[in-house]
């Protein structure tokens, strides 16, 4: 089986946006508590945070992480986690029925974020709340001083202001599941009237409107289309949420879901230009695919868990080598669409469907998923470059013409670096692979990473990394070619100077 390519300096897609390789840590399960945030913890710093997981998350090096979520944030009351710890009331969370400490809040995030060198972008909750608790935690968050809020923060032990630049307006309103649930019109008039104010407040902070919960609601793109007819002048991004599995344990199926999540990109961009049309606007509306992953592995687990406990196990999916090469065709299609995807952020990155995982009290470790999702934020970085490729194709359930070879390709100027990332589907036959590079003179394979495994279903533990990335691929370069045989079922990186 062959597949050709063709790589030129000159096809820009865009430059890439680093903060694609954003994550999510939500006051879910054991993401917060037992996850990033475990004072007993023999590696703990004096905040209480764990020093392994952010040695795991600073590998990763995540540029970007969404807080505090997700359904929690159509409930939370920012409040209730500023402030000294002692005083901090414990709340029923109504989104996953546990109980809430408080224990670790914005000032206690903002910290975290700081240390692995990342930044927070903060949701706000337009379930239970609206404008005013929105504009209160602006202030609190971004004010220098002289006002309630912001002096409120200095007594806090804050001087500086944590000047958080993105903002969510909620998280999920389409969804009957969620806290405060809203029909389009109610949210894009809530969101528009709370952009507005903030925007008063600091009128430098950039703005993400919700859009729907996955490519799948009855209300998509109708949600899209009417929400963005409020606040298109008043946003910079609208968001873009979706989870694959494998239920009925079809991978041939389950590999081509990022078609689907091509389509679903697509079908979020027209939109955005429809309204840009009626509005005859000369903005161009950017996206965000602030969650995005597989999910569903913990699903029956999770149906078991009895409510009010704090940090329970909740949506602990352990991810298996199939999942992996998924997660490395959702990056592709990410890196495919560089010019209006400007944001991503795997959800999430700790215990809670995470590429990390935590024991409480020991160790942390590596899922299959948190290769391709370091080989991409590590090598991803640069111009998306459009590759053309040809490659053999097959049809499967839901999906026709679904191309074996799936590919994106990073053009780093600076370094003078090229990368190919490439996953091959076929599940029984190896790609021989050829692939034009002539634009890029004299450049050599540096590297040829791959993930492979004789078992789809194989998983890591804390005691064994069964599924890992080697470096012995076969790929190399001559006279402007590159030519490569791409194992079965693979994630291939191949990095060129
Ligand atoms: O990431 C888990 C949950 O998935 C989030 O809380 C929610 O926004 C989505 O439905």
Known sequence: LRAKMVVDKAFKIAEVDKRIYGSFIEHLGRAVYG?????????????????????LVKELDVPIIRYPGGN????????????????????????????????????EFFEWAKEIDSEVMMAVNLGTRGVDAARNLLEYCNHPSGSYWSNLRRSHGYEQPHRIKTWCLGNEMDGPWQ?????PQEYGRLAYETAKAMRLVDPSIELVSCGSSSSSMPTFPDWEAITLDHTYDAVDYVSLHQYYGNKDN????????????????????????????????????????????????????????????????????????????????MLIT?????????????????????PIMTENGGRAWKQTIFYPYLHVS?????????????????????FTDVPYL???????????ELTIFAVNRHLQEALDFECDIRSFEGYRVTEHIVMEHEDLKAVNTADQE?????????????????????SKASWNVITLR
Not at 334 to 354: E, P, S, T, Y
Not at 384 to 390: G, K, N, R, T, Y
């Open 250 to 329: 079809d991978t041939a199926n389950y590999l081509a879901r990022s078609m689907d999540m091509d389509h679903f990109i697509r079908t979020v961009i027209s939109t955005c230009d429809y309204v840009k049309a009626k509005k005859r606007s000369k903005k161009t509306m950017y996206l965000s695919f602030d969650e995005w992953n597989v999910w569903y592995h913990s699903n029956s687990a999770d149906a078991q868990i009895e409510p009010w406990s704090i940090a329970p196990p909740q949506l602990e999916d352990i991810y298996n080598f199939e999942d992996a090469l998924l997660v490395g065709s």
């Open 466 to 486: 069964n599924v890992k990335p080697h470096s012995n691929g076969s790929a190399a370069c001559s006279n402007g070619f590159i030519n490569a045989r791409l």
């Open 334 to 354: 990410l890196l495919k669409h560089a010019d209006r995807v400007k944001m991503a952020c795997m959800a999430q990155l700790v215990n809670v469907i995470a």
């Open 72 to 107: 929690f944030v159509s409930g939370y009351n920012w409040e209730d986690g500023v402030g000294p710890v002692e005083s901090r009331p414990k709340r029923l969370e109504l989104a996953w029925r546990t109980v809430e400490p408080n224990f670790v809040g914005t000032n």
């Open 406 to 416: 799936d590919s994106a390709v990073v053009y780093n100027e600076a370094d003078e």
């Open 378 to 398: 590590k090598f991803g970085r640069g111009v998306s470059l459009q590759p053309i490729v040809d490659s053999p194709v097959y049809d499967a359930k839901d």
């Open 35 to 55: 996850g990033i945030y475990e004072p007993s913890h023999p590696t703990a710093d004096s905040f209480g945070f764990r020093n392994d997981v952010k040695q």
């Open 179 to 183: 806290i405060g649930q809203k029909t």
